[in-house]
């Protein structure tokens, strides 16, 4: 893996994608994938030595799916209305999210009580998120899913709104709202693919605190996409509105 470690940790750096094709069966499975996350971070210095990073994004096609999960560089964290001309993305596409913050620390002993039906308690605070979708694959559907998820699982940066306190909603009445830059308003409701952003929280803590880490309260993580990954542009001008939440805004 330290050929692709290596690979990576260059294509970040330097603003370039990489050929899938060269790398096909290079990561044998999950946890060989989460490895090469951390010493791609560790190579390009990201986290400065932090256990546990601050903001992550994790998700899944439905509650019947392995969730996958990744831990976001922090100099593409941005607080609405963000601009990112100074970064470099290959093939962007946007996805609006409902991102989380904990309030309180979250032990490995904590995290392996907590359940779907009890997991919103330890949430102090919710806001709209706009990720950035990239990738390092010069053709990421050519690329295997181990191979997406070794590289962040596509991440390229992410945006938060104001934070509100959180309050459980009617999340299957939920509607959303995306406009980038002139084209027509993109409209959705209910369409989350876990019905609720707060499900996933018992198996991405469990997921952070595997090495016997504790996660700090204040750790964000964004929860997956209500429009599957919407095409942007350099120069698109990129407003996601939750009616009821907030919005957040982002220039490409």
């Not at 096609?61 to 470099?88: E, I, K, N, W, Y």
């Not at 998820?149 to 509607?175: E, I, K």
Request: glycine share 10%; with cysteine; proline share 7%.
């Amino acid at each position: 893996m330290t050929d692709l470690v290596a690979a990576l940790a260059s294509a970040w750096r330097e603003g370039r994608a990489l050929e899938a094709a060269e790398w096909q069966g290079s990561v044998a499975d999950a946890a060989q994938a989460y490895g090469v996350q951390a010493r791609v971070a560790a190579a390009t210095g990201w986290f400065g030595g932090v256990e546990v990073p601050g903001h992550w994004k994790s998700g899944g096609p439905s509650r019947d799916a392995v969730l996958t999960h990744a831990p976001l560089p922090p100099g593409g964290v941005r607080t609405s209305p963000a601009q990112f001309a100074d970064m470099h993305f290959n093939a962007p596409g946007i996805e609006a999210e409902i991102a989380l913050r904990l309030g309180e620390s979250i032990t490995p002993e904590r995290a392996a009580a907590l359940t779907p039906q009890n997991a919103a308690a330890v949430i102090d605070a919710m806001t709209v998120s706009i990720e950035i979708v990239d990738s390092r694959w010069q053709d990421p559907a050519q690329a295997t899913a181990l191979l997406r998820l070794a590289d962040q699982q596509s991440h390229g940066a992410l945006v938060l709104g104001a934070w509100q306190p959180y309050v459980a909603r009617d999340w299957a009445a939920q509607a959303c709202e995306v406009r980038i830059s002139a084209s027509e308003p993109a409209r959705f409701t209910g369409t989350h693919t876990l019905g609720d952003p707060a499900w996933l929280l018992p198996v991405w803590l469990q997921h952070a605190t595997r090495d016997g880490a504790t996660v700090p309260a204040g750790t964000v993580v964004t929860t997956g996409s209500w429009v599957g990954v919407l095409p942007v542009a350099r120069g698109d001008a990129v407003v996601v509105e939750f009616p009821g939440i907030g919005r957040a805004e982002a220039r490409l």
